[in-house]
């Protein structure tokens, strides 16, 4: 059965890696629904995370395949564990003056914000779930949309018991 997937890959932030990452991706079938990349907590690395749909087999394959890069530091599934993920997108819709108080309830019902007004249109901010992000779209499409730009899942797990933590720990250190 397929189902989506959030996948945390900890690289070394040089030239080409995410490249080869997309590539493997692309070589076993699996679309990419979104990756963000940013610097990781450590000087050096970066921090991928990519969510994917596919069965629980393949994308057990594709970590695997994941941790032969050279490049690859660590691949967490973080859908395995409680996490916590978060999109932002920013929506710019057509608001004339009369429209923008009914525009308003929309925004404030979502807790997302107006980061632009300008004489016809509004840019507004959402953060949060894949799912609020849809359902915000979904409300203010009869206003008409203008420009979309999201930036994709992140995403980590949620606090990781204490012995978890410290197998991690003595892992780290017999690979030093």
Do not use: W
Not at 34 to 39: K, L
Not at 50 to 56: L, N, V
Not at 105 to 130: K, L, P, W, Y
């Amino acid at each position: 059965m397929n189902e989506q997937h959030t996948i945390s890959i900890l690289v070394h932030d040089q030239p080409g890696v995410l490249q080869r990452v997309c590539g493997l991706f692309g070589r076993r079938g699996f679309n990419i629904d979104s990756i963000t990349v940013g610097s990781s907590e450590e000087s050096g690395l970066s921090r991928m995370i990519i969510r994917t749909t596919g069965d629980e087999r393949t994308v057990e394959q594709v970590e695997k395949q994941l941790n032969k890069l050279i490049d690859v530091i660590r691949v967490v599934p973080l859908s395995a564990s409680p996490m916590v993920a978060r999109e932002l997108a920013l929506i710019q819709i057509k608001a004339e003056p009369p429209l923008r108080p009914e525009i308003m309830g929309v925004v404030s019902a979502f807790r997302a914000s107006v980061v632009d007004i300008g004489h016809h249109s509004m840019i507004i901010q959402a953060v949060g779930e894949t799912d609020k992000i849809n359902a915000i779209l979904k409300l203010l499409e009869p206003y008409g949309i203008m420009e979309i730009s999201r930036t994709g899942t992140t995403a980590m797990t949620r606090e990781i018991p204490v012995e978890t933590q410290l197998s991690r720990s003595s892992q780290a250190a017999d690979a030093v």
